[in-house]
């Protein structure tokens, strides 16, 4: 079997690579393809299944992965593992919610624009290294959790206008006293304050002086 394992501009559901080992990089990007097993592919490095139907993806034993590209799919979890040599990851228009790279210290590339995050963590001790990070279009996204919140606010522009950095995302919520949710322990506000409706207090409770059911 070839370590390398191209399979593009052809229609195929699934792959099955359980019994080749020793591959490092596949290359199955724009073939329909609805299910891809990896987790046999110890020695994997490389993996380009962009442009399918995957609405999962285990890369979670692969800790010799270094690039990933799972961008166009329907991915609405990615386990991304520990990973010490992880630099790359284009994973941008899925419906991912959740992604934790806290352990992927090398990760350099990281393109997460057009998903369903709302909880994002990247603080992996190794921030400075980064050069393109991109969160753009994640609308239940307020917080990121980074290394340094001033660097992070400095050198990476690519994020929505509500979300914003933290070295601890738990302590995100309402910061407007005025709210019926203010939390006064919040360092992050996270979009998420509402307010008691005309005349009546957050309990529910008429406060106008006049009846408020007019009476």
């Known amino acids: 079997c070839q370590n390398n394992l191209p399979a593009n501009f052809n229609v195929i559901s699934s792959i099955d690579l359980s019994n080749n080992l020793l591959i490092e990089k596949v290359f199955c990007q724009g073939i329909q393809l609805s299910s891809l097993d990896?987790?046999?592919?110890?020695?994997?490095?490389?993996?380009?299944?962009a442009s399918n139907l995957l609405n999962s993806l285990n890369i979670s034993n692969n800790s010799a992965l270094k690039w990933l590209q799972c961008n166009a799919n329907s991915l609405d979890s990615l386990d991304l593992g520990v990973k010490p040599f992880f630099?790359?990851?284009?994973?941008?228009?899925n419906s991912l919610?959740?992604?934790d790279a806290s352990t992927c210290p090398n990760l350099k590339y990281f393109y997460l624009n057009n998903n369903n995050l709302n909880s994002l963590n990247f603080?992996?001790?190794?921030?400075?290294i980064v050069q393109q990070f991109k969160t753009y279009n994640n609308f239940n996204l307020s917080c990121i959790q980074v290394d340094d919140t001033?660097?992070?606010?400095?050198?990476?522009?690519?994020?929505d206008p509500w979300t914003a950095f933290s070295t601890?995302?738990?302590?995100a919520g309402?910061?407007?006293?005025?709210?019926?949710?203010?939390?006064?322990?919040?360092e992050i506000d996270d979009g998420t304050?509402?307010?008691p409706e005309n005349n009546y207090d957050c309990e529910g409770n008429c406060i106008s002086d006049i009846d408020c059911f007019g009476e």
């Open 38 to 49: 990896v987790s046999n592919n110890l020695s994997l490095t490389d993996l380009n299944c």
């Open 87 to 93: 630099r790359y990851l284009k994973a941008d228009n």
């Open 97 to 99: 919610e959740s992604i």
């Open 123 to 128: 603080q992996n001790g190794n921030n400075t």
């Open 150 to 159: 001033v660097y992070s606010t400095s050198n990476w522009w690519n994020i």
């Open 168 to 171: 601890n995302c738990s302590l």
């Open 174 to 186: 309402c910061m407007d006293p005025l709210a019926c949710n203010y939390n006064p322990l919040a």
């Open 193 to 195: 304050c509402y307010y």
